[in-house]
């Protein structure tokens, strides 16, 4: 089993839709948890972290739910330039530090 | 501010080869962690080092190494080059290792593209 799970994608959704992504995480100690958005040939860029009382960021949305390990992102409202790969990311505690974990991620395609 | 930056940003090598790739983090952050990003899948964790010392390490094989130097930039090696080291590298930094705190939120270089035929 993965160590970060994600939906396998790719959605395809006309503008305006509301589109919902979703990322399971296998590892009971993960500490923080976060949402990248990577454009194609392009390195990932923060989106927002997630924290457990959910946080919201304009069109966007992600909750965390710790005790089925589960991560989610919405996006309403959506726009063409929101077409890109969503990445689900988690931070697992080692000893004196941390190792990220990235899901596969989840391409979107927005069309008018 | 300059973000992380990455250098080269492509490289064409042969197999056998070594490689070195290296990173300078945003100023004031002092960890820096390499990925290793195939086509099609999410970076891959490698590295992480935070004030010149290893603090953690993925399951890649003994032919990648890593250092932080005083000033926090950082360097990937990679020695005896396979044609599945083909991918982006990619150097994130945080500004420390706390968690939960949001100090540890990582900001991504460009990465470094290399081809290994």
């Known amino acids: 089993r993965k160590e970060v799970e994600q939906d396998p994608g790719p959605f395809n959704v006309p503008e305006g839709a509301t589109v919902a992504f979703n990322c399971t995480y296998s590892?009971?100690?993960?500490?923080?948890f976060f949402w990248y958005r990577q454009d194609c040939r392009k390195e990932p860029k923060l989106l927002m972290s997630?924290?457990?009382s959910g946080n919201e960021d304009g069109r966007f949305t992600a909750q965390l739910n710790r005790a089925s390990q589960y991560i989610s992102l919405l996006i309403r409202d959506s726009k063409l330039s929101d077409s890109a790969t969503y990445l689900c990311?988690?931070?697992?505690?080692?000893?004196?530090?941390?190792?990220?974990?990235f899901g596969a991620g989840t391409r979107l395609f927005v069309k008018a | 501010d300059a973000g992380v930056t990455q250098s080269p940003t492509h490289l064409i090598k042969t197999r056998g080869q070594h490689v070195t790739l290296r990173c300078s983090p945003i100023?004031?952050?002092?960890?820096v962690s390499w990925y290793q990003q195939v086509l099609g899948q999410g970076p891959q964790f490698i590295f992480q080092?935070?004030?010149?010392?290893?603090?953690g390490r993925g399951n890649f094989p003994d032919r990648f190494s890593a250092r932080q130097f005083p000033n926090y930039s950082s360097e990937l090696n990679v020695n005896a080059l396979l044609l599945g080291d083909s991918a982006l590298y990619l150097c994130?930094?945080?500004?420390?290792?706390?968690?939960?705190?949001?100090?540890?939120?990582?900001?991504f270089g460009p990465g470094t593209r290399l081809l290994v035929l």
């Open positions: 994130a930094s945080s500004l420390e290792l706390l968690s939960g705190q949001g100090v540890e939120t990582q900001y």
């Open positions: 590892n009971s100690a993960s500490q923080s």
């Open positions: 997630v924290y457990s």
């Open positions: 990311v988690v931070n697992v505690p080692l000893t004196g530090g941390f190792k990220t974990i």
């Open positions: 100023s004031g952050h002092k960890s």
């Open positions: 080092y935070y004030e010149k010392e290893e603090r």
